[in-house]
T-cell receptor
């Protein structure tokens, strides 16, 4: 069966520090991969998605970037965090287009 | 552009009451899928259902049922005899125009008290 791992679960980082969140999927190949952000009391905002290695689509211009160095690995990064980057970050995967996505447990990021 | 509207921000009910969560969508596609997710306090999103626009029959799964009406662009979710464990944020979603990612509504927070 397929599983998705996302870490860390919580993170407190100072303003201006770098960020690296990692997500890996097991039990499937060539998944579509996603990063979403959920600000406090708000809905889910799609940040990035990837349909293959090295293929990244950005949905919202921001202080963040994403990379997919391996088929089942998706990384969310920032060189310098802003206070507004605080939120709940969720990684997800889907087997193909127009199908349900399966989510990791999320990372709660607080920038102080 | 694809859009999902969940007009109800918060709903509070007492256990055993029935509750309906509304979802209205916009799409230019003639065929499409719709989804519902549950986000319990732990934070992880749990997939509940995917529905194809071809099929307008109501779907029932235990205490959960979904009413899809293409004529009104709605995909409402009803929980019958609600329980405290149903307390969560519920999201409705539709694929983006390219079908490559899900676009979510802002969610409805359901609180069920005993």
């Amino acid at each position: 069966s397929q599983t998705i791992h996302q870490w860390p679960a919580t993170l407190v980082q100072p303003v201006g520090s770098p960020l690296s969140l990692e997500c890996t999927v097991e039990g499937t190949s060539n998944p579509n991969l996603y990063w979403y952000r959920q600000a406090a009391g708000r809905g889910l905002q799609l940040l990035f998605y990837s349909v293959g290695i090295g293929q990244i689509s950005s949905e919202v211009p921001q202080n963040l970037s994403a990379s997919r160095p391996q088929d089942r690995q998706f990384i969310l990064s920032s060189k310098k965090l802003l206070l507004s980057d605080s939120g709940f970050y969720l990684c997800a995967w889907s087997p193909t287009m127009n199908t349900e996505a399966f989510f990791g447990q999320g990372t709660r990021l607080t920038v102080v | 552009a694809q859009k999902v509207t969940q007009a109800q921000t918060e709903i509070s009910v007492v256990e055993k009451e029935d509750v309906t969560l509304d979802c209205v969508y916009e799409t230019r596609d003639t065929t499409y899928y719709l989804f519902w997710y549950k986000q319990p306090p732990s934070g992880e999103l749990v997939f509940l259902i995917r529905r194809n626009s071809f099929d307008e029959q109501n779907e029932i799964s235990g205490r959960y049922s979904w009413n899809f009406q293409k004529s009104t662009s709605s995909f409402n979710f009803t929980i019958t005899a609600s329980q405290v464990v149903d307390s969560a944020v519920y999201f409705c979603a539709i694929p983006n125009q390219a079908g490559t990612a899900l676009i979510f509504g802002k969610g409805t927070t359901l609180s069920v008290s005993s």
